[in-house]
């Protein structure tokens, strides 16, 4: 999974919960008496990918918001702020500010800042201090977690890629299964070939990102929901000639407690009651942990091939029945597709 997937998928679970991520131009009102404090969500990934903070303003309920959101000022923090990890007894790692390009809704388009350091890998076992200090005022908010150790799959089992495994069985649906975290998001990558009538060759890739799970950490693939994230994540394409199926790709990203219990607890609650799930001091908002893992390269039975080729709501697809055998590169286009 790149860096760029990792962020997008990270902030998903919080975009799923309560319609803020990285990028999100959505903001919450508080009561008056909480106005001017700041308002934190901060993903730490145990990987030691990029990792994000976003810092706002909380803004009263009693305020115009179509005033407020034409000015960035009235909800982005007043003073500067440096933001910082530290680990232990260890020195402190400093946060850059980063302005994302504008992104569609309603809030000001040059408001999307967002903290961010690349490389910082955290040690398990021993907690991360997140500490965001204000400049001016010397005021600070502070919050400290684990990070999450990276999730491991138990089906299909790590190293047996090489295996084939049947995905038409409607007896037994092919299944994927895995340990650790507390809340997951499961992703399923399609990689093809696309031959173009030009005779142009294309190597692509769909990625269909699952819906967030709690409970059991597994998830069934029944073959006529196979076929519906095909649908979804192939595009019909009148310059293909036809298509090969190459193999697929699985990956789990993983929340740990902090994430799961505000996102379980939280979406019960529209007033201040969903604050104590937060776990900041000196601020609101939440410090959470991630960690990922995939499962390359899974195979198929040759008769899933014919299944491609044959099914009446898979033909304009143009998949072959044969399975492309060739060297897969890195694909010349990702699409991706959420479950909602």
Known sequence: MNIIQ????????????IGLGACSTEIDLYKDETVNELFVWACLDGSGGVQQVKIRKAISEEDQLVEVIKDP??????????????????KSFQLQPVLYPPQEGTFAEDSNLIYEIAGFQPRFGQAVTLTIKDQVTGKEVTSSINALPMPRFTYPYPGSENARYSFTDKLRPFHIS????????????????????????????????????????????????????????IPV??????????????????GDYNLANYMQNTAQFKDKRREQFCNMTGGTGLFYSVNHTELKNIKTYDLFGYYLHT????????????????FYKDPDSIRLVNSE
């Open 6 to 17: 990792t962020i997008r998928v990270a902030w998903l679970f919080v975009m799923l919960a």
């Open 73 to 90: 000022a009235h909800y982005l923090p007043p003073h500067p702020l440096e933001v910082s990890f530290s680990q232990g007894a260890g």
């Open 178 to 233: 895995w340990l650790g975290g507390n809340c997951w998001i499961w992703s399923i990558s399609i990689k093809y070939l696309d031959v173009l009538q030009s005779g142009d060759t294309i190597h692509r890739k769909g990625i269909f990102y699952g819906e967030t799970k709690y409970s059991e950490p597994s998830r069934e693939f029944p073959v006529d929901y196979l076929w519906n994230i095909f649908r979804k994540v």
């Open 237 to 254: 394409d009148r310059e293909v000639d036809y298509r090969m199926f190459y193999r697929f790709d699985f990956g789990v990203m993983a």
């Open 311 to 326: 099914t009446d709501t898979l033909l304009p697809l143009k998949f072959s029945e044969f399975f492309f055998t060739g």
